[in-house]
């Protein structure tokens, strides 16, 4: 017989008797995953009725859960590599890890800076779900904190997907961070107008309108003299959901002005003042008279 087909036939049977010797292991390998697949459901259904009890962030409670499904899920596959492959040890397979995790690190260094900053989120808890937010601009609601981004929808019906990242390292306005919210309202009266009269007014008209809180109080301050009216600043304290803040300022304005009609003050244009005078009366080029004589 040829050589060469020796030679094949020899390697033939060798990984055939290789393959029948590994056998059994395979199969163990495999009862081994299934047992984890199993495993790892019962982890993760016992990771979320522990975090319903012990953490009320859901966003939280669901990287809990996932973290423990992928941690059960590395352990089988782990034991499951050392059972199929008895050459294999445990430290080769964490030696491979290590300097698959370096490479990996280096390739996705993006992804992996906004999981951190989506950690840090969510345990820190800067805002909830349903907050309403400002940040780089953009403003909406908190609708999801995932591991990677943070979605708002906007109030025109937009949504906004920011990087954790970006959320973390800059300044965000959490505008329902409190119970309550301060609009301020300018408005201008006439230079004639007697101004306790209008401050009491304007108090009185404001703590009338449906939706401003009694506590904090509502004030009216004199922030200056403008061109053509006295300036004054109203202010009042609402619920901080933009659409409460929103109608609300719509209604204090229409109260101020018909409160301002009822007590004849005047709100007023703005004005300018002409001064008209004779240019050749007032040149500065015009000859001097006089009856003095020159010394």
Sequence with gaps: MNPVLQEIKATLINLVGQGVALAPAILIALVVLGITWYAANVVRRLTMAAGRRVVKNRSL???????????????????ACVLAFPGLGLGDIIGL?????????????DIFKNFLAGILLLLQEPFRLGDQIVVEGYEGTVEEIAIRST??????????????AVVFTNVVQVKTAFS?????L?????????????????????????????KPEPEVDIVGFGESSI??????????????????????????????????INIPYPIRSLYYYDQEKFADNSPSSGNGDRI
Excluded at 188 to 210: F, I
């Design 186 to 214: 300018e408005i201008g009266v006439d230079y004639n107008t007697p101004l306790p009269e209008a401050v009491d007014t304007m108090l009185k008209a404001v703590s009338q309108v449906p939706g401003v809180l009694s």
């Design 61 to 79: 409670r669901m990287l809990m859960v996932q973290t423990a499904y992928v941690a059960a899920w590395s352990v089988g596959i782990i034991v």
């Design 151 to 164: 979605q708002i929808r906007t109030y025109q019906g937009e949504r906004v997907v920011i990087p954790n």
């Design 97 to 109: 890890l290590g300097l698959s995790s370096v490479a990996i690190g280096f390739a996705f260094q």
């Design 231 to 264: 300036d004054m600043m109203v202010r009042y304290w609402t619920e901080p959901e933009r659409p409460s803040v929103r109608r609300t300022q719509t209604q204090v304005a229409i109260a101020l002005k018909a409160a301002c009609d009822r007590a004849n």
């Design 180 to 184: 309550h919210r301060r609009t301020d």
